[in-house]
C-alpha cells in the first residue's frame, strides 16, 4: 500500500524527459517464491532538454533492490537515493549504461498490474504504469527504446517462454530450467512489454502481407482450451487484411501472438507482437459462446491488431493523450465490425451504449474530456469517453472530411509520426494538413466535457418554399468547466415528403441542389439553415447515423416519429425515431405509474412494433433491434430524477401489453427461426447472428404470456440447441420466469454440465445476477458462496457483482440501500488486493445525483463510508473524492 498522498498531475506540466533509454536488456529469472529481473539499460541524456546533466529519476515500486550500476561501477547505498516510488542517480556523462537487480514477487501480485501469475502461467500487464512494477525504469510512453528479453524458468512447468519481438536463441540451463531470448527491433515504450511463460499450446496459422511476407500466426491457450481458438484466429487474418485494405497498414515483424489468461484487469492488451488477451475475449466456439461473445472476440482481436499501428508504431506522448491510440482505435474496430457484420445494427448498438452509458459519466462527478487535464490515477480513465466519446470524435472527422480525405489525413498521420510518441493535436493537424482545412474549432471536442444539447426548431414558408431549420447548442458546466463554447457540430439531414420521399436539398444560395441526405456543420450557439425549392412542408430527418454525440431535441410527435419508422431512408434513423416514440410513451406511462394512475399504453406503439415485425424485408437483427425497448438504465440516464420503481413498472408493463398484442406475430417468427436453427448447425456470421437475435427476443416477451406452449418451447430450446446463444437465452427467459421448478432445474444442468469451464460459468452467473424478481441481493450473496465463485478473479467480479449493479436496476437500487451497503463493503475488500476493479465497481455509486434524495442519501453514506474505510488506493481515492466533491 502506498503512504505518499496521492496527487493530481496535469497536463500543463509536461516536460520531455530528461534521458533517454536507446536499448533495454532483460534478464527474468522465475522462481516459485519470488522472481529476479536484472535490466541493463543503455541511456543518453535527452537532447532536447540541453546541456547539464540533473539527476536521473528512475520509476521502481514494490521492487527490492538487490544490486544498481552506473557505467560498470556497482554503487554502494549512499551513491542513490532510494524512495517508494523512485530510484535517483546521478550520471556523470551524457551517455552511459545502468544496470539493476531486483527482487519481485509475481506469485502473490493480485492486482493483476505488472508481473503476475494467472493460475499457473506467469503474465504481465504494464499499461499505463506497470512496468515500474517490474524494474526501475523511465515508466512513460515517450521514452521508446529497443527490448532484448531472456526468460528463465523450470522447463517442466513452463515449457512456452514468450516475449515480444522475435524469438533469436534458447536452449537448456541447469537444474532442469531453460531460457529463450526475444528481440524486438521496435523501438517501444514500456508500457507495450509482455512476457509469458506457462504450459501452453498454441493453434497455428499464417498471413501473407501486401508486401508477400509471411507472418506466422499463433494463439496460446492452456490445453484444455485448444478447440476454441479458431474464432480468434479467423477475426486476426480478417482483420490483418481489412488494414492493408482500409488503411494501408501492414504488420511489421515474422510472429504475431496472442495469449489467453484467465485472470485479467480489462478485455486484452495490444503489446507489441504478444498480445495478452483475457480469455473471456479470445476463446469461443458455438457450444460454449454466444453470438455476442464471438462478435465481441472478432472485435477485440481487431482492435488490439490495429493498435500495432494506432498505439504501438505511432504511441502516446503522455498519458493525457490516451484517446489518441484509443479512440481512434475503437473508431478503427467499429469500422471492421461493420464491414464483417450489418453497419447499420452495429452502428445502434454503439450508438445505444454511448447514449447510455458515455452519456452518463459525461453527466456525473467523473466527467472529464476526451483529452483530460489532469487525473490521480491514470488506470480510472480508460474510460467510455476516453474510448467511445473518442471514437465519435475521429468518426466526426470521418465525416466531415469524407473517407478519401480522412484517409489522406490518417496516411500522413502515420507517415509523418512512424517511431514517434505524438499529440491528439499532432494527429488533428495530420488531418489539417492532407486536407488543407482548419480544424481548431473543432478540436474543443478534445478539451470540453460534457454532452451538448442540440434543439432544433422548424419553420416552413409555403409561399416562398423555403424551410429552415435552427439549432441551438448548449453544453451543460461539468466539474473541470463552467462555461462552454462552441462545438462544431456535423449533422447529417434528410427532408422527406408526405409520400416518404426524400426531397433535394439547396441550400439558400447555393447554385443547386446536393443530394437529398448532406451533412450540415453547426458551429454557433445559433444558426439557421434556410432550404429553398421545398414544394412542401417536410418532415426532418436528423443526425442521421448518429453523426454527432449530442443529446438532439425537434418536437416531433408520435404519428411524425411512425413516419420516419416506416420511411426513412437512413436505418438508423429509423431504429432511432421507434426508440423516440417508444421514450415518448414509456415517459407517458412512468408519469401515469408516479400519479396512481390505472396504466394505458398508447396503441400507436403496437401498431408500429406490429408493422416491424410483419415486414420479412426487413434485416432480421434490425427487426430485433427495433422491438427492443430503451433499457432502464438509458431511461434513468434521460431523466431529471430517475424513479427506479415507477421505470421499472412501465416498462415491464409496456413489454407484457406488448407481448400479449403481438403474440401471434412473435409466436410465428420464432417458430419459424428456431425450426431454421434445428436444421441448420452453428455458424458465427451475421445472417445467422441476425436469425437468432429476433428468435431470442420473440422468446424473451412470449414467455411474458405464461402459456405452458411458450414453456414447453422454451425447455425444448434449453435442452435441445447446438449451441450457447440459444441455450443461454433460454436459461435467462426461465430464470426470469415464475415456473420456479424449471428454473431450479435447468440452472442445476446448466452448471453441472458446465462447471469446470468458467467462462460459461460466468454466464451463469450473470443471468442470475440479471434476474429482476424480487430477492435480488440475497441471491447474489447466495452465489458468492458458490465454488465456482471467486472474488480474485476479475471476470467472476464483473460477472456477477457488475451485471447485478450494472443493470439490475430494481434490485440494486432498493429502497432500504441493502444494494448499496453490499456494493460498498465489496468495494472496500476489492480495494485491498485490486485496486483497479475495485475502483471499476464502483461507478454505479458516482451516479447518486440521478436519484431521490433518500436513495442520494444512502449513496453518499457509502461513499462516505469507503472513504474512511482506511488506506485507500489511489484508484479508489480518486473516483471516491471526486464523487463527494
Ligand atoms: N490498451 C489496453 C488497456 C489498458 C488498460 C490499463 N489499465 C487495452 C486496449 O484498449 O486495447
Ligand atoms: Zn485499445
Redesign the pocket.
Known amino acids: 500500500m502506498r503512504t505518499e498522498q496521492p496527487k493530481m498531475i496535469y497536463l500543463k506540466d509536461y516536460q520531455a524527459p530528461e534521458y533517454l533509454i536507446d536499448e533495454t536488456h532483460l534478464t527474468f529469472e522465475l522462481f516459485e517464491d519470488h522472481s529476479l529481473v536484472h535490466a541493463q539499460l543503455v541511456m543518453r541524456r535527452n537532447p532536447e532538454r540541453g546541456p547539464g546533466l540533473p539527476p536521473l529519476v528512475l520509476d521502481g515500486q514494490q521492487l527490492e533492490l538487490l544490486s544498481v550500476t552506473l557505467a560498470d561501477q556497482e554503487l554502494s547505498a549512499a551513491q542513490y537515493q532510494l524512495t517508494e516510488n523512485h530510484l535517483t542517480l546521478q550520471p556523470t556523462s551524457t551517455t552511459f549504461t545502468v544496470d539493476t537487480s531486483v527482487r519481485i514477487h509475481p506469485e502473490t501480485n493480485t492486482a493483476l498490474e505488472g508481473l503476475y501469475k494467472s493460475g499457473t502461467m506467469f503474465c504481465t500487464q504494464c499499461e499505463a504504469e506497470g512496468f515500474r512494477k517490474i524494474t526501475y525504469y523511465l515508466d512513460r510512453p515517450d521514452v521508446m527504446s529497443t527490448f532484448t528479453t531472456t526468460v528463465v524458468a523450470e522447463q517442466h512447468s513452463y515449457p512456452v517462454l514468450l516475449s515480444n519481438g522475435n524469438p533469436i536463441a534458447s536452449g537448456p540451463g541447469e537444474d532442469g530450467r531453460h531460457w529463450a531470448t526475444w528481440e524486438d527491433p521496435f523501438k517501444k515504450p514500456a508500457y507495450l512489454f509482455a512476457l509469458v511463460a506457462g504450459d501452453l499450446w498454441c493453434v497455428e496459422d499464417s498471413f501473407t502481407t501486401m508486401s508477400q511476407r509471411s507472418v506466422a500466426l499463433r494463439i496460446y491457450v492452456e490445453p484444455e482450451n485448444i478447440d476454441k481458438c479458431q474464432h480468434a484466429m479467423n477475426s486476426l487474418k480478417k482483420s490483418m487484411r481489412w488494414d492493408e485494405e482500409v488503411y494501408g497498414r501492414e504488420y511489421d515483424l515474422d510472429i504475431f501472438m496472442i495469449v489467453a489468461v484467465n485472470d485479467f484487469n480489462m478485455g486484452a492488451m495490444?503489446n507489441k507482437g504478444l498480445n495478452i488477451f483475457n480469455s473471456s475475449a479470445v476463446l469461443a466456439k458455438a457450444e460454449t459462446a454466444t453470438d455476442a461473445a464471438h462478435q465481441r472476440v472478432e472485435a477485440i482481436v481487431a482492435?488490439e491488431y490495429f493498435?500495432n499501428w494506432s498505439?504501438n508504431r505511432v504511441t502516446c506522448r503522455d498519458w493525457f493523450q490516451l484517446s489518441l491510440?484509443?479512440g481512434f482505435?475503437v473508431f478503427r474496430d467499429s469500422g471492421f465490425s461493420a464491414d464483417m457484420n450489418s453497419a447499420t445494427v452495429k452502428r445502434i448498438q454503439d450508438v445505444a451504449y454511448l447514449r447510455t452509458h458515455q452519456f452518463a459519466e459525461d453527466a456525473g462527478p467523473m466527467a472529464h474530456a476526451v483529452r483530460p487535464d489532469s487525473f490521480i490515477e491514470i488506470s480510472n480513465f480508460y474510460t467510455l469517453t476516453v474510448y467511445e466519446k473518442g471514437s465519435e470524435v475521429v468518426g466526426m472527422i470521418h465525416t466531415l472530411l469524407g473517407a478519401e480525405g480522412f484517409r489522406k489525413g490518417s496516411d500522413l498521420y502515420f507517415e509523418r509520426h512512424d517511431g514517434q510518441a505524438v499529440t491528439c493535436d499532432d494527429f488533428i493537424k495530420a488531418m489539417e494538413d492532407a486536407n488543407g482545412v482548419d480544424l481548431s474549432q473543432f478540436k474543443r471536442w478534445y478539451s470540453q466535457a460534457g454532452t451538448p444539447r442540440l434543439v432544433v426548431s422548424e419553420s416552413y414558408d409555403a409561399a416562398a418554399k423555403t424551410y429552415s431549420l435552427t439549432f441551438r447548442q448548449s453544453c451543460p458546466a461539468t466539474p473541470d468547466k463552467m462555461e462552454k463554447l462552441p462545438f462544431v457540430i456535423p449533422v447529417e439531414l434528410g427532408l422527406l415528403d408526405s409520400q416518404g420521399g426524400e426531397m433535394a436539398l439547396r441550400l439558400a444560395g447555393e447554385a443547386a441542389a446536393q443530394g437529398t441526405s448532406r451533412v450540415i456543420s453547426v458551429t454557433e450557439a445559433e444558426q439557421t439553415f434556410t432550404f429553398v425549392d421545398i414544394a412542401e412542408q417536410p418532415l426532418p430527418s436528423l443526425l442521421r447515423g448518429f453523426s454527432a454525440p449530442v443529446k438532439l431535441s425537434f418536437p416531433y410527435n408520435r404519428d411524425q416519429l411512425m413516419f420516419l419508422m416506416q420511411h426513412d431512408s437512413d436505418g438508423f434513423n429509423r431504429w432511432d425515431a421507434g426508440q423516440q416514440l417508444s421514450v415518448q410513451v414509456l415517459q407517458e406511462l412512468i408519469a401515469q405509474q408516479q400519479k396512481g394512475e390505472a396504466l394505458v399504453l398508447d396503441q400507436r406503439l403496437v401498431s408500429a412494433l406490429r408493422t416491424v415485425l410483419s415486414d420479412e424485408s426487413l434485416d432480421q437483427a434490425m427487426v430485433a433491434e427495433m422491438l427492443s425497448l430503451p433499457s432502464e438504465a438509458y431511461l434513468t440516464e434521460i431523466s431529471e430524477v430517475a424513479d427506479v420503481e415507477a421505470i421499472h413498472t412501465a416498462r415491464e408493463f409496456a413489454r407484457k401489453q406488448l407481448a400479449d398484442a403481438l403474440f401471434e406475430g412473435l409466436w410465428l417468427r420464432y417458430q419459424a427461426n428456431r425450426d431454421l436453427s434445428k436444421q441448420t448447425p452453428y455458424v458465427a456470421e451475421a445472417e445467422h447472428f441476425a436469425r437468432r437475435a429476433l428468435q431470442n427476443i420473440a422468446l424473451s416477451y412470449l414467455m411474458l404470456s405464461g402459456k405452458p406452449e411458450v414453456l414447453a418451447a422454451t425447455l425444448e430450446q434449453f435442452e435441445a440447441c447446438d449451441n450457447m446463444t440459444e441455450r443461454l437465452t433460454a436459461l435467462a427467459v426461465l430464470v426470469n420466469s415464475p415456473f420456479e421448478e424449471q428454473k431450479a432445474k435447468a440452472l442445476a444442468s446448466f452448471a453441472e454440465h458446465f462447471k469446470d469451464n468458467p467462462l460459461v460459468m460466468d454466464q451463469w452467473f450473470s443471468v442470475q445476477a440479471g434476474s429482476v424478481l424480487p430477492g435480488g441481493l440475497d441471491r447474489v450473496k447466495a452465489l458468492m458462496q458458490h465454488p465456482a465463485f471467486n472474488i480474485k478473479n476479475p471476470n467472476k467480479v464483473r460477472a456477477l457483482i457488475g451485471a447485478f449493479a450494472g443493470q439490475n436496476l430494481i434490485n440494486f437500487h432498493a429502497a432500504d440501500g441493502s444494494g448499496y451497503r453490499f456494493l460498498a463493503d465489496l468495494v472496500i475488500e476489492l480495494n485491498g488486493f485490486n485496486p483497479q476493479i475495485a475502483s471499476r465497481q464502483l461507478a454505479p455509486l458516482t451516479r447518486w445525483r440521478k436519484y431521490d434524495d433518500a436513495r442520494q442519501a444512502l449513496m453518499k453514506g457509502e461513499l462516505e463510508r469507503i472513504r474512511a474505510s482506511g488506506q485507500l488506493s489511489s484508484d479508489v481515492f480518486e473516483v471516491v473524492s471526486k464523487s463527494l466533491a
Open positions: 495490444e482492435h493498435h498505439g491510440k484509443e482505435t
